[in-house]
């Protein structure tokens, strides 16, 4: 064997072991991507079936977000719909609706897309739109289902990435998200619904905001405001069909 | 195979990564909140040190030592890098609690100080035993943090509620300090605690 | 501008690196004995903070992240390295930690005797690679967030190992029970100094 602390045995030494461990990590990577993938797939399924009040778990969801959800659609902000997805087939447009994100979308102005997933259950239909915004220090997303009537809130669901345990992080405790159900959404084509402080002023259109998190509980009502006044358009087109 | 035995036991209480050898810390608090994370977690670090122990073993004649920090660092990275794929594959809500604390396994002391203490002068299997020795080391007071805080703090286990209703009514609350940081460096501080007052050879003069 | 003060003191005092992610743990535990030494280590922690994390902010923006390659050509678009991170973020710091040393070992010897013994241990030190980890996980929007947050997480860490540091120099005139002295006691103090600093959370500016 040629000698251990030579320069060239070192070199060759480190460039053997790089080599093999790139491709180790190249072929796992490569290989499990997909099961990462459906992972990323099914938490966003089934946080679309808790907002729209479907009970579900992880083995579950892929199946119900097949029956109940029966159509995908993206909108713009005129109200037109950019892209369809149906029956398992893009039908319009280009990007599935279900892979919109939509945080990169708020801030292509009048670019962007919204997505809306409807659901069909019981003979009813259910509009489920995300949202996004900020809370206190980080980003704060959820979704909305509403009610055939495209005013009244059927469920909604809230997650965070950085607000504070015990306080902001309460909205994603089920009691806060629940008091939104029953809720009306827009007045006069703007978003009334919001989260308030103390006493309420208009109890159809307002929720309480979380104890001792100020912040936060502005964060959602703004968000609810910029993510819901983008399809005002497109409920009106629906309503007039 | 009494020797065998010996590298598994000893770790466990005499010479606990945790509680006796001072590594690995950085890593194993964090993800204590919860039973589940802090079990995955610690199969996780057994693992990487086993597996790297072995490779490292087997190598141990080719590796040029000047630059042995380095192989051991990418041997180190690339089973953690694997692991959290597998994880992220596999049981992606643990690996979403778990979220930059795997990574930090490469920074982990205990794998790289059993690189450089054990792998580096053994054969491969008594160094397997050795890391899945050391791994069940630093599982037991992991499995034992995630078990009381889990239990006090959210009044669950594994996920499931433990705590009877009867209790909340009798006016029980969940102590929600458990799930803090702060509380899980004062359970290591009791913990070790009474890990030294049984074994009196341990204390610090 | 506002966005980049809020994160500098977030991660001061509310994210601190020690107290809410247990990062560091063990040099902040092996080098807190006296004032002087503690405040050494934490000055190289910030300097080395502040030059990896930026750089690694700068390979993961243009290399690793899904479609980052799409500056050499549009066909890379869709190339996803993340899975290197790890292995590529611990070898950047192991050879910043190295470059510094020989750096400052250059241009101030006086520094280099004050810092010296403490840049190789930083090497290890899991603040410096959870810090990447973190730059990572949490998407900063500009190189000025990055610094911001790798300066506040730096200036954190040494705020805790120094306050430790101060606390244990007294602690030694104390009667501490046998059992406890040295490792446990150490672990019931950052206890109660992350207990201290919960009272941060919650603040903005």
Redesign the interface.
Known sequence: MANKESNSYIFMYSTILVVVAAAVLAVAAVGLKPFQKKNQEIEKMQQLLTSAGIENDVKNAEELYKNCFVKELAVNKKGEVVSVYENGQQTEGEVRPFNIELSKELAKGEQAQFPIFVCKQEGKTIYVVPVHGKGLYDAIWGNIAIEEDLNTVAGALFDHKGETPGLGAEITNPNFPAQFKGKQIFENDEVKLAVVKGKKTAENFQVDAVTGATNTSNGVSNMLKDCLSNYVEYFKTLKTE | MANMLKLIKNPLSKENPIAVQ?????????VTTQLKPAVVMSLSVMVVVALSNVIVSLLRN??????RI??Q???V??M???V???L???V??VSKQL??FV??I????IV?GRLEAFALSHKPLPSFFDGIGNGLGYAVILIILGFVRELFGQGSLWGYKIMPESFFDAGYVNN??M????????L???I??????RN?DL??? | MQEIINIFVKSIFIDNMVFAFFLGMCSYLAVSKTVKTSMGLGLAVVFVLLITVPINYLINEFILKEGALAWLSPSLASVDLSFLSFILFIAVIAAIVQLVEMFVEKVSPTLYSQLGIFLPLIAVNCAIMGASLFMQQRDYANIGEVLSFSLGSGIGWLLAIVGLAAIRERIRYAHVPAPLKGLGITFIITGLMAIAFMSFIGIKL
């Open positions: 001072v590594l690995g810390i950085c890593s194993a608090l964090a080719t590796i040029p030592s000047r630059i380095i192989v660092l990418v041997i990275s690339m953690v890098i694997l959290d794929q597998f992220k594959a596999f992606y809500d979220s930059v990574g930090l490469i920074t982990n002391c790289m929600g300090l799930t803090m940081p702060a509380m899980a460096l004062i290591v501080g009791v070790i605690w009474i890990h030294r007052s009196e204390c610090e003069k």
